[in-house]
């Protein structure tokens, strides 16, 4: 099953993390507690992200780039390039999330388990591949709905299976290059599917025409898939058994002779993974983030996110724009209001760990998918949480479904212990909800959403919260998301008929 994150301290938990204390430890008029903060931990923190809604551990990114840098620097690779491997495999599952829609809908199962499954599957093999899609597909349903998925998956055939990948792939290497990345460590991620003989994707590259750090990042992954379940050696043994197929013979057998370093491998699976990678970036590529680095680090996950489904299509954004627009009325420092659009950005994180399965079900949710629902905030936080200067932020960005009664979720935290920024986030957030189209209703004109708001003022909602957002909303002209959700749902019909 896919993994989950590992307890965090609770809001409600007395100590310096709790929002009644931050303002002690905070930076003064800021959601951080420096503004010190290396890229690389940021970049760290944030594959958390990437390995939730590929059904893989945390952590299972930054195991993968470790692996790659130490292997480029097994084989000697010049120092300058060393920076897109370390990159580029932490971030290779940029675009993972562009395709998990279309991938719940094609196996009619949980994307996060598909994408897990597959990652042990040699699925250019014939008989591997029909045993997988035979496991996989509508798992519980009838034998009419199974066979239907069969014949749909069946019909889709190769050109499916890379279409699947371009998307992912394209999508992940134009987000490098949103973050500043250079064009060779996009290509890098753009290339991580290729195989040596050319039989991967999305290009069918041959050879050394597949970019050194995609070479790479494609074998050091797969070996992290297997490493907890088979042990080093008995990944390296996989590794093998692609070797010139799948993988580039020169980097396996330096993987082979890499097999027998013990010391390695106990640290890679159980030490501290940030000390680990703080040893392997490359020292001339090693920096500390400028606030325009940080608003890009946001935007680009924040895109990661609402791509998840066509439905949370931009919802990141409005959330960001709309609480943003409170803080303004509501007096708040323009850093404050930086900070709280970065807040915004953040703040669905952990939906990627939510199955597309739930997601994008056209009726509404069962009790037990709306348990699962809710553990996004909590996800986020802890995602969050990893960088060491991100205390506030985290408290802020996954308390948006806290109420003032405490009857929210995922801490239950009371009106007294949300502070304000936490307040109005919980209000932009239920306000562009509202506002958008949902598997299950329509979109809200802002007249019935607002009385939505009122009512819930005092138990749910902070007044001033809800007051500043009218005063924001009739000075701004704010266009609901509702078109472009509808265009990217057709963007995905077409790609699956």
């Known amino acids: 099953m896919p993994a989950t994150l590992a307890p965090v301290r609770s809001l409600s938990q007395a100590g310096p993390t709790s ?55 097994k084989i000697g690779l010049p120092t300058a390039d060393r920076a897109d491997v370390f990159y580029a495999t932490m971030l290779k599952d940029l675009g993972c999330s562009s395709n998990a829609a279309k991938m719940a809908w094609l196996f009619g199962a949980d994307d996060r388990l598909v994408k897990h499954d597959i990652k042990t599957v040699d699925w250019r093999r014939a008989q591997s591949k029909f045993q997988f899609v035979s496991r996989h597909v509508a798992p519980g349903a009838g034998l009419f709905t199974r066979v239907m998925r069969f014949a749909a998956l069946a019909r889709s055939g ?3 299976e890379q279409a699947l990948v371009q998307t992912r792939c394209e999508r992940g290497a134009d987000i490098m290059r949103d973050l500043r990345f250079p064009e060779s460590a996009a290509r890098a991620v753009q290339s991580l599917d290729e195989h040596w003989d050319g039989g991967g994707y999305p290009a069918q590259l041959r050879g050394e025409e597949i970019p050194i750090a995609a070479r ?7 070996v992290e898939v297997f490493l907890k379940e088979l042990g080093p050696r008995g990944a390296v043994g996989v590794a093998e058994l692609r070797r010139g197929t799948w993988f580039d013979p020169q980097l396996v057998d330096a993987l082979v002779d890499l097999a027998d370093d013990e010391p390695f491998w106990t640290r890679l699976t159980t030490g501290d993974l940030q000390a680990q990678l703080a040893e392997f970036e490359p020292a ?7 606030e325009d680095e940080l608003d890009r680090v946001c935007e680009a996950f924040a895109r990661v996110v609402d791509a998840k489904s066509p439905w949370t299509h931009k919802h990141s954004t409005g959330v960001a724009g709309l609480a943003v627009g409170i803080g303004a009325e509501l007096g708040l420092p323009a850093i404050m209001l930086r900070d709280l659009r970065r807040a915004g950005l953040l703040h669905d994180l952990g939906k990627l760990g939510v199955s597309n399965m739930i997601l994008d079900k056209p009726g509404r949710p069962t009790d037990a998918e709306y348990v699962e629902i809710r553990k996004h905030p909590d996800f986020s936080e802890q995602i969050l949480r990893r960088v060491n200067d991100f205390g506030r932020l985290a408290d802020v960005a996954s308390a948006h479904h806290e109420r003032l009664d405490g009857r929210g979720y995922h ?10 920024e936490a307040r109005l986030l919980a209000v932009a957030d239920v306000c562009e909800a509202l506002t958008a189209d949902r598997p299950y209703r329509d979109g809200m004109p802002w007249e019935k959403a607002r009385s939505i708001l009122r009512e819930g003022v005092g ?9 500043a957002l009218e005063r924001h ?4 002209t704010i266009t609901p998301r509702i078109e472009v959700q509808l265009e990217e749902i057709e963007r995905l019909i077409a790609s699956i008929v």
Not at 216 to 222: D, F, S, V, Y
Not at 459 to 467: I, L, M, N, R
């Open 284 to 290: 001339d590529s090693a920096r500390v983030t400028d």
């Open 473 to 476: 909303r009739e000075k701004t």
């Open 19 to 73: 929002p009644t204390r931050l303002a002690d430890v905070a930076v003064p008029g800021r959601l951080f507690t420096s503004t010190e903060i290396r890229l690389s931990e940021v970049l760290a923190a944030m594959s958390t992200a990437l390995d939730l809604t590929e059904g893989q551990p945390p952590g299972h990114a930054a195991r993968s780039a470790i692996l790659a840098s130490k292997l480029a620097e």
């Open 158 to 160: 190769k050109r499916g």
């Open 216 to 222: 790479l990042a494609g074998l050091a992954q797969t």
């Open 459 to 467: 138990t749910a909602f902070c007044g001033d919260c809800v007051e």
């Open 411 to 420: 801490h239950r935290t009371t009106g007294e212990d949300l502070p304000t």
